[in-house]
């Protein structure tokens, strides 16, 4: 038999959990999990295993037995070997300046140009250049400070924000294929607890105030500009999945395996073209190096919990089969390795954050806000076509769903966090129907598409990665 876990014992979390929302209804036949860990359990389950299964010690076949460079970093060291936040000089803030004047007045074009081109940085480009190649070959992530929110009008703040990272990253994800109903490239998201200005149940962590765990977004790059932050609570952590990666690889080599398996995930969102409510792949995957030895090789972390326990309103569903005891091992190894090994960066209003999605994964702090003081982020998906990482076969369709087809014409910038329209055509009709949401009851159930009545159809909103979500 295989020997326990050799896991640091550490006290359960002790990060505000201000706001935790219900868990989400598990599945038939679901293992005891849910989206906030649980350390008693955890352990448990760790012990039941390694005392009861014959559990692989051999990580997969061509996997490395560690992962070596920049980043693999443990958060208790990093801070003295690296300086990640970059402060604006005045020249520099003088250049923004310059070039949000010369987007808005001399050129006077939709958001959805601004590019390097449009914003041009003659005094920072070469800087920011710098800090993108350290996200891909470096500790992969940073943050840039300086920035005088209170300054700009909201709209100013964001063409400022999508000016800069179009010098980190050029090209923008598509967040959402929709707005106002309407078909749209959505890449600019917004971050924040919109609980006490809606009914509605949420199911997304990203819009209470919840603790939220440790995952990745989807992409190359995630950055986040904090408008505002909480009165308490909210701290930013980062932690390495190379380091994490190396802890599993040495101690329980047989959960590298359950990683690299295919997993089924249910997918909360509607996207162009989407069909399949159900994704199929691993949690990582294996890079070997090039031949040409130009790429050292690498593993990528791709995954975010709720897609296997579900969250508040959106529980995952029955017509998939439930996760294993595996993977719940597995999932909460990461989580709790995540705590570990990370760092909190210190996010401070005007602050923008990047960090390498594919190789950092990130969790949040509970919060509280106030009425004078409110935790507000803008997020990002952002791509580097010349230090670009490899995109994994397997995540090759999640990519293109992102990237995929996104134009400048049909690129939205929302100015502020979405919020559900209802049923539009008939509302009184819409309200009959209980695996609905309708504005005015308190008691849904968030659900898909449920047909016609009378030729009219009747739709959904679900709350998703960014928002609410016709389905």
């Given at each position: 038999m295989a020997t326990a876990a050799i896991l640091t014992p550490v006290a359960p979390p002790s990060a505000p959990t201000f706001g935790t929302t219900p868990a989400a209804q598990p599945p038939p036949g679901q293992p005891d999990i849910s989206y906030h860990p649980n350390w008693e359990t955890y352990q448990a389950r760790v012990a039941r295993r390694t005392q009861t299964e014959n559990l692989s010690k051999e990580i997969p076949e061509g996997f490395p037995k560690e992962l070596k460079g920049d980043l693999v970093w443990e958060g208790e060291t990093v801070a003295k070997e690296y300086k990640w936040t970059y402060t604006f000089t005045d020249e520099q803030l003088e250049d923004i300046n310059n070039a949000l004047a010369h987007f808005n007045l001399a050129l006077n074009i939709a958001k959805g140009y601004i590019s390097q081109e449009t914003f041009p940085l003659p005094k920072t480009h070469d800087e920011l250049r710098r800090l993108s190649r350290e996200l891909h070959f470096g500790h992969g992530f940073f943050v840039l400070r300086g920035l005088d929110v209170d300054r700009y009008t909201r709209e100013e703040n964001?063409?400022?924000?999508?000016?800069?990272?179009?010098?980190?990253?050029?090209?923008?994800?598509?967040?959402?294929?929709?707005?106002?109903?309407?078909?749209?490239?959505?890449?600019?998201?917004?971050?924040?607890?919109?609980?006490?200005?809606?009914?509605?149940?949420?199911?997304?962590?990203?819009?209470?105030?919840?603790?939220?765990?440790?995952?990745?977004?989807?992409g190359d790059i995630v950055s986040l500009f904090a408008l505002g932050t909480a009165a308490e609570g909210g701290a930013s952590r980062l932690a390495s999945a190379w380091r994490v990666y190396n802890h599993i690889a040495e101690t329980r080599p047989d959960l590298i395996r359950t990683l690299a398996e295919d997993w089924e995930a249910e997918l909360f969102t509607k996207t162009v073209n989407d069909t399949d409510k159900v994704s199929r792949r691993p949690l990582i995957h294996h890079q070997p190096a090039s031949t040409d030895g130009k790429t050292p090789e690498r593993v990528v972390l791709?995954?975010?919990?709720?897609?296997?326990?579900?969250?508040?309103?959106?529980?995952?569903?029955?017509?998939?089969?439930?996760?294993?005891?595996?993977?719940?091992?597995?999932?909460?190894?990461?989580?709790?390795?995540?705590?570990?090994?990370?760092?909190?960066?210190?996010?401070?209003?005007?602050?923008?954050?990047?960090?390498?999605?594919?190789?950092?994964?990130?969790?949040?702090?509970?919060?509280?806000?106030?009425?004078?003081?409110?935790?507000?982020?803008?997020?990002?998906?952002?791509?580097?076509?010349?230090?670009?990482?490899?995109?994994?076969?397997?995540?090759?369709?999640?990519?293109?769903?992102?990237?995929?087809?996104?134009?400048?014409?049909?690129?939205?910038?929302?100015?502020?966090?979405?919020?559900?329209?209802?049923?539009?055509?008939?509302?009184?009709?819409?309200?009959?129907?209980?695996?609905?949401?309708?504005?005015?009851?308190?008691?849904?159930?968030?659900?898909?598409?449920?047909?016609?009545?009378?030729?009219?159809?009747?739709?959904?909103?679900?709350?998703?990665?960014?928002?609410?979500?016709?389905?």
């Open positions: 964001i063409i400022i924000y999508a000016g800069i990272s179009s010098h980190i990253g050029s090209i923008r994800g598509r967040q959402d294929a929709y707005y106002d109903g309407k078909r749209a490239d959505v890449v600019l998201g917004h971050v924040k607890d919109v609980r006490s200005t809606t009914k509605i149940k949420i199911g997304s962590p990203a819009y209470t105030a919840d603790k939220q765990v440790f995952h990745t977004d989807s791709q995954y975010a919990r709720r897609y296997y326990v579900g969250f508040g309103a959106l529980p995952r569903g029955n017509h998939i089969p439930p996760i294993t005891e595996a993977q719940a091992e597995a999932l909460d190894t990461l989580h709790f390795l995540g705590e570990r090994f990370s760092v909190s960066t210190d996010f401070q209003k005007g602050d923008i954050q990047y960090v390498n999605n594919v190789a950092v994964f990130h969790a949040r702090d509970g919060f509280r806000d106030t009425e004078d003081q409110q935790r507000h982020l803008l997020r990002l998906w952002l791509r580097d076509p010349e230090y670009a990482w490899e995109t994994p076969a397997a995540l090759s369709e999640r990519w293109e769903r992102v990237y995929g087809g996104v134009t400048p014409e049909l690129q939205t910038f929302p100015l502020e966090p979405p919020h559900p329209l209802g049923m539009q055509k008939d509302p009184a009709r819409w309200q009959r129907h209980r695996n609905c949401l309708a504005l005015t009851d308190e008691n849904f159930t968030l659900g898909s598409r449920v047909g016609e009545e009378d030729g009219l159809e009747l739709w959904c909103y679900v709350v998703v990665s960014n928002g609410y979500h016709r389905v």
